[in-house]
């Protein structure tokens, strides 16, 4: 009988107990459920400052010699073509030839070659320019199979501190209208996502100037 009633003894404290840790909990937690979810948009356009050029070309024969005497005067003449255009050879880099032999017995060519060249610079202007004029190469000889240019915005880091700056800015103007018009007053950020850097085009016609974009996402308490 006694260790029946010693049961029911604990097992009413641990009951109080619990209660009490519920409604502490339960407390603590409509007072994190007053906040609001807000975004803060920012954004520029802004000019690219690298470009990457990306020029290709393919050479087939049935005679190696005569393979790499015409990947020479190609890749001889877009070089030139480049440097008259002002670029530095030190702009102009060639990667690894890439030959592979066909053994289809009713191929035409037996050797195959594939070229590329690519230009990395800051001259965006220049490389915008002298694109224009690639149908020179035509005349010299050589023909591409590819001609693709890249535009970069590499010092994203100057602009951040404002953009996140505006962003929050944006923020928090949404927030305080929204506790303005419930009947609140705002308090303090209790989460934060600066969000992420978004880089892309702004139109296709001019790909050298990208619209950088970034949206927040943050919490505010509410009073």
């Known amino acids: 009988m006694d260790n029946i009633k010693n049961n029911l003894w604990i097992l009413g404290v641990a009951s109080l ?45 049935n005679n190696i010699d005569s393979l790499y005497a015409d990947i020479e005067k190609n890749t001889s003449a877009i070089n030139t073509f480049l440097q008259e255009k002002g670029f530095e050879a030190s702009e102009i880099n060639v990667a690894p030839v890439n030959i592979y032999q066909d053994t289809y017995r009713d191929a035409l ?3 195959n070659s594939n070229t590329q060249l690519s230009v990395y610079t800051k001259k965006v202007d220049l490389v915008r320019s002298a694109s224009k004029d690639t149908l020179l190469l035509v005349k010299r000889g050589v023909t591409l199979n590819q001609n693709s240019i890249e ?23 949404s ?30 016609g001019s790909p050298e100037y990208k619209k950088i974009r970034v949206v927040s996402s943050l919490r505010f308490l509410l009073k």
């Open 175 to 204: 927030a305080e209208q929204f506790a303005e018009e419930s009947g609140s007053s705002l308090g303090g950020i209790s989460r934060g996502n600066q969000g992420v850097f978004d880089i892309t085009d702004k139109d296709p």
């Open 109 to 111: 060519f037996r050797y």
């Open 17 to 61: 107990i619990f209660s009490i840790v519920f409604f502490v909990s339960a407390h603590n937690f409509s007072k994190q459920g007053s906040f609001v979810e807000v975004k803060g948009l920012s954004e520029r356009i802004v000019k690219a400052d690298v470009a990457i050029w990306t020029m290709n070309f393919e050479v087939k024969s």
């Open 151 to 173: 535009f970069q915005f590499s010092d994203i880091n100057s602009i951040k501190p404002e953009m996140l700056a505006e962003a929050i800015k944006n923020a928090k103007a």
